[in-house]
């Protein structure tokens, strides 16, 4: 029986370290996206540098001995975010969304019509904060005080005068 737990663990172990790399793998790949989107010396140079991170993280995590600490990076890293990860397969997968607007000009059109909405939309909320945080701050400057009150169904800041008494 004792046997039989030591194999399972050490399954887990070579699971979770597969896991790891594959994480780690795709973080070097996003690293060298990022760096075919840029001309700036000063980035290129940090990008170059996580991804020699991630080379030197994924040689640690196959000479981690202890699978407490393996479940430890797993808990902190990975349990409760697998939703990102089905969010991912579904989009892609989703009928009539990814392979339609890929394969057809119609639905091409369609993707590319929605995607320029949600960019103005984004456009539209970005300026709308930035706004809001002026106001702010003006405000912080004018000795006003700002304060959390419930509306529309959510927590918003809102501007309060000092009154004096």
């Given at each position: 029986?004792?046997?039989?737990?030591?194999?399972?663990?050490?399954?887990?172990?070579?699971?979770?370290?597969a896991l790891f790399n594959?994480?780690?793998?795709?973080?070097?790949?996003?690293?060298?996206?990022?760096?075919?989107?840029?001309?700036?010396?000063?980035?290129?140079?940090?990008?170059?540098?996580?991804?020699?991170?991630?080379?030197?993280?994924?040689?640690?995590?196959?000479?981690?001995?202890?699978?407490?600490?393996?479940?430890?990076?797993?808990?902190?890293?990975?349990?409760?975010?697998?939703?990102?990860?089905?969010?991912?397969?579904?989009?892609?997968?989703?009928?009539?969304?990814?392979?339609?607007?890929?394969?057809?000009?119609?639905?091409?059109?369609?993707?590319?019509?929605?995607?320029?909405?949600?960019?103005?939309?984004?456009?539209?909320?970005?300026?709308?904060?930035?706004?809001?945080?002026?106001?702010?701050?003006?405000?912080?400057?004018?000795?006003?005080?700002?304060?959390?009150?419930?509306?529309?169904?959510?927590?918003?800041?809102t501007i309060v005068d000092?009154?004096?008494?």
């Amino acid at each position: 029986m004792g046997h039989k737990n030591e194999r399972k663990l050490d399954v887990q172990k070579t699971k979770l370290k597969a896991l790891f790399n594959e994480m780690i793998s795709v973080n070097i790949a996003i690293m060298e996206f990022q760096l075919t989107l840029t001309d700036k010396e000063e980035e290129i140079k940090g990008l170059k540098h996580f991804i020699k991170e991630s080379e030197k993280a994924q040689k640690i995590v196959n000479s981690i001995v202890h699978y407490e600490i393996l479940v430890n990076l797993y808990n902190s890293f990975v349990n409760s975010k697998e939703i990102f990860y089905l969010t991912l397969v579904r989009t892609i997968c989703k009928k009539d969304t990814i392979v339609k607007w890929d394969r057809t000009k119609k639905g091409f059109e369609e993707f590319l019509e929605k995607e320029k909405l949600a960019k103005v939309k984004s456009e539209e909320e970005a300026k709308e904060m930035a706004a809001k945080e002026e106001m702010f701050r003006k405000a912080k400057e004018q000795g006003k005080k700002i304060e959390m009150v419930f509306a529309d169904g959510k927590l918003q800041p809102t501007i309060v005068d000092n009154k004096s008494n």
